[in-house]
């Protein structure tokens, strides 16, 4: 049995790391795109070292694993921009723990490593009677659903997933954006919506209403399109016409000026079936514009199904941009401010300066490759949050601090 890899003391990942993520590429694919100096490409643990340590492989100059790899980016269409600074180090994710390296990952086998989080925390939480007295609070700030866009936090990262939507919508492409549950994705998806009505854009959203996703078919979706588009057509009976009927109505809102967009919620419970349909009505054009485009928001399990063995999707998989929802790390404290902020109250009137890191702590997981990741997300950390201040209440403490938080998982747990 070879001996446990120990992580070197000081962890500063590259901003590679965060490339990978946004664009749902994988260790994997990545390293089999770049081939060393020993006639092999590099493996997992080759990329992981490089990606969270900066850890060159030691056979092959830097210059020409870095060269291969921007070929292998660009071949993924990822941005000059990003490129340009991928092999920077991402000092943000670095300073996590305020100099301190991540935790070790134990030894343990990765059949029980986990990337979810405890259930608990991915249930409603209630504020209880007592904390609301003891902190002088009216609401919830953690709990309370956004009541208009200003109530939406929009840092850099959820700013620029909000611009690719917005990029999609606009030159009809087929994206998706993919985070666990409690990242936000239906949240930067309202957001953005209220934009297009705020600013009056000419913008058509198809949402079909179906609650079972894996019922959807793709004679269904193409129903839902004509239905949506022509409430009182007659929908015609072939499949082949009915995708005929469903292309020239999106023609003639689009030769109208507007910009028609297929939206698919919780898309990753859809069927394979069902997603590989969407490639084929993606391919409406008028001349040589696309007429229709098309937006998943998904949890990673899409992602599993589109890298699904035999590789029934790989249509798809090819056509299809991906932008993930990131943890909030870096941004935690500037998200509670935000929060906070709506119910009139500043951080330091609730929490001391230490249990933003012990919140960072408890939201940590192993996945079955041997890393650490954060599980840093809104759903999570409103809820953490909210069991922290009813524990600080019981115990009559001015502020929740670090002990709190970890006692609050405990409980809660």
């Known amino acids: 049995m070879k001996p446990a890899y120990r992580r070197p003391e000081h962890y500063m990942p590259l901003k590679l790391k965060k490339v990978l993520q946004r664009h749902g590429i994988t260790q994997t694919d990545l390293g089999a795109a770049v081939m060393q100096a020993i006639d092999e490409p ?14 060159w ?41 305020h100099g301190k390296h991540l935790a070790a990952v134990p030894d343990t086998p990765k059949s029980t490593q986990t990337t979810e989080p ?42 620029y997933v909000a611009s690719v939507i917005v990029e999609a919508i606009q030159n009809a492409r087929m994206m998706a954006v993919v985070g666990e549950s409690g990242s936000g994705k239906s949240t930067i998806w309202e957001w953005v919506q209220d934009q297009v009505r705020e600013q009056k854009q ?22 839902a399109i004509v239905r949506d588009l022509e ?12 995708a005929r009927q469903a292309h020239e109505l999106i023609a003639d809102r689009v030769a109208e000026g507007q910009k028609c967009v297929l939206v698919f919620e919780e898309a990753h419970d859809m069927t394979v079936a069902a997603i590989k349909q969407l490639k084929r009505f993606h391919e409406f054009k008028l001349g040589w514009k696309r007429t229709l485009g098309i937006i998943l928001l998904a949890q ?32 935690l404290e500037a998200y509670a401010a935000h929060r906070l902020a709506r119910a009139g109250l500043k951080p330091d009137a609730l929490f001391a300066a230490d249990a ?17 990741v954060s599980l840093c997300y809104p759903l999570l950390v409103g809820n953490l949050a909210t069991l922290a201040l009813n524990g600080a209440a019981e115990l009559g403490a001015p502020l929740v601090d670090r002990g709190i938080v970890f006692d609050a998982k405990k409980k809660g747990g």
């Open 42 to 55: 590099m493996d997992k643990t080759a990329v992981n070292l490089l990606c969270n340590w900066a850890k």
């Open 57 to 97: 492989p030691k056979r092959t100059p830097e210059a020409v694993i870095r060269q291969q790899i921007e070929a292998a980016l660009r071949a993924k269409e990822v941005p000059e921009a990003e490129i340009a600074t991928a092999f920077d180090s991402d000092e943000e994710i670095g300073r996590l723990g």
């Open 118 to 159: 405890d259930p608990y925390l991915l249930e409603p939480v209630m504020l209880t009677i007592q904390a609301k007295r003891h902190f002088k609070l009216m609401f919830n700030p953690f709990g309370a659903d956004p009541q208009c866009a200003d109530d939406v936090y929009l840092g850099d990262e959820q700013r």
């Open 202 to 223: 000419p913008v058509h959203l198809i949402q079909p209403k179906v609650t079972d996703k894996a019922r959807l078919t793709g004679v269904g979706i193409l129903q």
């Open 231 to 242: 409430p009182h057509a007659k929908l015609r009976h072939s499949a082949e016409l009915l």
């Open 300 to 331: 990673p399990e899409l992602l599993r199904k589109l890298n699904a063995k035999g590789l029934e999707a790989r249509e798809v998989k090819n056509r299809l941009e991906v932008v993930r929802m990131l943890p909030l790390d870096a941004d």
């Open 356 to 372: 933003w890191q012990a919140i960072r702590d408890v939201l940590r997981a192993s996945d079955g490759d041997g890393n650490v």
